[in-house]
C-alpha cells in the first residue's frame, strides 16, 4: 500500500522549515552582504542598500577580467521574509517543545522580533535634517532622499492653507524626458502633467528651442551621495478653462512657480518631504570643540529648548546624546558654515521599532544563558550521580 | 493547535509573496498631503524665472557638463567642473574693490605659492574684457592653498580676470588640478563672454 502523497499546505511547510532553505537563505545573506558592502565604494551608500538590501532580486555584474558576467540574485527582502518564515515555521513552530529547548524557543523567538523590527522599520521610519541657526526654531525635519513635488493653495490676501498637497516621489521618478504622467485632484481647478525628472541637474539659461522661460534642464552625473542631487522636471499645468502653463521645478529654486487658477494663486515646487513634529525645538547656542590644529571635529553640542504647547523646557543634545520625546528622536548630527553664520544640524528620527533590536538582544541573551544553563546543570547532575553510583 | 500554526504559516507567506503593490498609471490622483509649520516661510508668490533660479542680475551660459555650486552674496555665479567637481569658477563682485588690482593679483599669486609682482610686472600681464571692463588676465601654476586650508594642493592652475569699476571689483577666478583647467580653458573663456548684466524686467 502506498504512502498518501502529502497536500500542498503540507510540502510548502515542509520546505518553508527546511534546514536546506536556511543555509540557502544564510548564504545568499552572506553573498549580498558582501556585494553591497563592496558596491558601496561605487555606488554611494543609499544607491547600494536599494540595490542589495532593500530589493527583492538584483543583477550583479561580476567582473571576470575583461568579462562581465551578469548574474541574477535574491535581494535583501525577499531574503529577509524567507528567513522569517523559515525561522517561524521551522526553529518556532516546528521545533519539539518542552523544558528542554524553552531557551532556544526565546532566543528563536526574539530573533523573529528583530527581523520583525527592521521590516516596521524599513516601512515606517522616518529620518531627516533639522538645521537651525542660533535663535532660530522650527518643528519638522527634512528627508535626506525622499523629493516631493508640492502643491500649496494661497487666497487673494496670500493666505496659505494649513496643508500642503504632495506628490510622493515614487509617482514621478520613473518619468525621464519623454515620458509623463498626469495628476489631478477634484478641488483643484486644474492638472498637472509630470516629465522629465532628472535626479541631479542644474537648470541653465537657454534660448534653444524647448526651453521654458529662458532656462532648460542641464543632467549632470548623479553624486555618490544622494543628499548632494539636486533634481529638477518639467511640468505644465492645465488649467480647466483651456490654459496651459509650463515651468521647470529644480529643488534648489530659491521661490516656487506661481500659477492663478479659480479664484486663488498655486504654487508649485519640488522639495524634500517634511514631517511635523509634535514639539518646537529652538537652537540657543551651538558650540564646537576642534581637535587642536585641525578642523576635525572633537565635540558639538546644542543647547536648545523644546517648545511642547507653549511649554519651555532647556535641552542639551550633544553627540551621542540625543533628545527623546513622544517617540521621535533628536540626535546632533553635524554643522555647517553658511553666509549667515554657523548652523547646527540635527537628525531627527522617528521609528516605532527604535528600541525593538535592544529588547530582541536582551531576550536571545537571555534565552541561550538558559539553554546553557540548564545543559550545565544536567550536566553536572550527570556528573555527581555518576560519582555517587 | 500546531497544524492551525501550520496552516497559518504558510497563508503569512503566501500573502506575503502575492502583496500587491501601489498601481501607478498614466492618470494619478493627489491623496498625500503634508501639515505646514507655523515657521516655515511663506514663499514668495509670482516669482519670475530669474529669481526663482537665483540669476536676478546676471545672465550667463554654464558650459556644458559644469555645476552650479551654492551661490553666495560674494559669490552670485559659483560653478564647478570636473569628474568630482574638484575645479572651481566663480564670479566675484566686491564694491570696495577689495584692495584694488595689484593687492588681488598678488593674493591669488600667494594662494597658488607663488612672489608677488610689482606695478610693472602687473602692466605686462595680458587683458582681457569682462562684462565689458577691460581687466587683467591672471595665470599661475603652482600648489594651490584655498581661504580657510591647511595643506597645499599639488600642481593646481589658476587662470582669471580682475576688472575694476570706479571702486568695485568684478572678478573671475577658475582654480583646479592643472590638467582640468587646461582641458576647459575654452568653457572659461566661453563662460567669460556669456557673462552679462540682466535689464530690468
Known amino acids: 500500500m502506498s504512502a498518501k502523497p502529502a497536500s500542498l499546505p503540507a510540502r510548502l511547510f515542509a520546505f518553508l522549515s527546511s534546514y536546506g532553505l536556511a543555509v540557502v537563505v544564510l548564504s545568499f545573506l552572506l553573498l549580498i552582504t558582501y556585494l553591497g558592502t563592496v558596491a558601496q565604494k561605487d555606488l554611494g551608500l543609499l544607491d547600494s542598500q536599494r540595490k542589495y538590501f532593500d530589493s527583492w532580486w538584483l543583477i550583479h555584474d561580476f567582473h571576470l577580467g575583461d568579462m562581465v558576467l551578469p548574474v541574477p540574485l535574491p535581494g535583501g527582502g525577499l531574503l529577509m521574509v524567507a528567513l522569517f518564515f523559515n525561522m517561524l515555521c521551522g526553529a518556532v513552530i516546528r521545533i519539539r517543545k518542552g523544558w528542554r529547548t524553552i531557551g532556544v524557543l526565546i532566543s528563536h523567538l526574539a530573533i523573529l522580533f528583530m527581523l520583525a523590527a527592521g521590516f516596521v522599520s524599513f516601512l515606517f521610519k522616518t529620518e531627516g535634517a533639522m538645521p537651525l541657526f542660533e535663535g532660530q526654531a522650527s518643528d519638522q525635519y527634512q528627508s535626506y532622499h525622499e523629493r516631493i513635488l508640492e502643491i500649496r493653495r494661497f487666497d487673494a490676501a496670500g493666505k496659505g492653507e494649513p496643508a500642503a498637497r504632495v506628490i510622493p516621489m515614487r509617482h514621478f521618478a520613473d518619468l525621464a524626458p519623454g515620458k509623463a504622467r498626469v495628476f489631478h485632484a477634484g478641488d483643484l481647478p486644474f492638472e498637472v502633467q509630470v516629465t522629465g525628472y532628472r535626479r541631479n541637474a542644474n537648470v541653465v539659461q537657454s534660448d534653444e528651442a524647448g526651453s521654458i522661460e529662458g532656462y532648460r534642464i542641464q543632467e549632470v552625473s548623479n553624486a555618490k551621495e544622494d543628499e548632494a542631487n539636486t533634481s529638477a522636471l518639467e511640468i505644465t499645468v492645465k488649467i480647466k478653462d483651456g490654459a496651459e502653463q509650463k515651468a521647470i521645478l529644480w529643488e534648489r529654486a530659491a521661490e516656487p512657480f506661481t500659477v492663478d487658477a479659480g479664484g486663488s494663486a498655486y504654487t508649485f515646487a519640488l522639495a524634500r518631504m517634511k514631517w511635523k513634529l509634535p514639539f518646537a525645538i529652538r537652537l540657543e547656542d551651538f558650540q564646537r570643540e576642534l581637535h587642536p590644529g585641525t578642523m576635525k571635529a572633537r565635540k558639538y553640542t546644542s543647547h536648545v529648548t523644546k517648545i511642547t504647547d507653549g511649554r519651555e523646557e532647556p535641552k542639551v543634545v550633544t553627540m551621542n546624546v540625543p533628545v527623546r520625546d513622544q517617540g521621535y528622536v533628536v540626535y546632533q548630527a553635524s554643522f555647517s558654515q553658511g553666509a549667515n553664520g554657523e548652523q547646527s544640524v540635527f537628525t531627527v528620527a522617528k521609528n516605532p521599532s527604535d528600541q525593538w533590536p535592544l529588547w530582541s538582544c536582551v531576550a536571545v541573551a537571555f534565552g541561550l544563558c538558559l539553554h546553557f544553563l540548564m545543559h550545565l546543570v544536567r550536566f553536572l547532575r550527570r556528573a555527581l550521580q555518576s560519582k555517587t553510583a | ?201
Open chain 2, 1 to 201: 493547535m500546531f497544524s492551525f500554526l501550520r496552516r497559518g504559516a504558510s497563508a503569512l507567506a503566501l500573502c506575503a509573496a502575492l502583496s500587491s503593490c501601489e498601481r501607478i498609471g498614466t492618470r494619478m490622483e493627489i491623496t498625500h498631503t503634508r501639515e505646514i509649520s507655523q515657521y516655515e516661510a511663506t514663499p514668495k508668490l509670482h516669482a519670475y524665472a530669474q529669481e526663482r533660479f537665483g540669476d536676478e542680475r546676471l545672465s550667463w551660459k554654464t558650459p556644458e557638463g559644469w555645476a552650479r555650486a551654492e551661490r553666495s552674496q560674494m559669490r552670485p555665479v559659483n560653478l564647478t567642473f570636473g569628474p568630482n567637481g574638484e575645479g572651481e569658477c566663480y564670479l566675484a563682485m566686491l564694491p570696495g574693490g577689495a584692495g584694488g588690482v595689484l593687492a588681488n593679483v598678488n593674493r591669488w599669486r600667494k594662494q597658488m605659492g607663488q612672489p608677488e609682482l610689482d606695478e610693472a610686472a602687473l602692466e605686462q600681464l595680458p587683458k582681457k574684457v569682462l562684462m565689458g571692463i577691460q581687466g587683467v588676465f591672471v595665470e599661475v601654476d603652482g600648489a594651490y592653498t584655498n581661504v580657510g586650508a591647511t595643506e597645499a594642493k599639488a600642481d593646481h592652475r589658476l587662470i582669471g580676470i580682475i576688472a575694476s569699476l570706479g571702486e568695485a571689483g568684478l572678478f573671475v577666478k577658475m582654480v583646479g588640478p592643472k590638467a582640468l583647467v587646461v582641458t576647459n580653458t575654452a568653457a572659461f573663456e566661453e563662460f567669460v563672454a556669456s557673462l552679462k548684466l540682466r535689464m530690468p524686467q
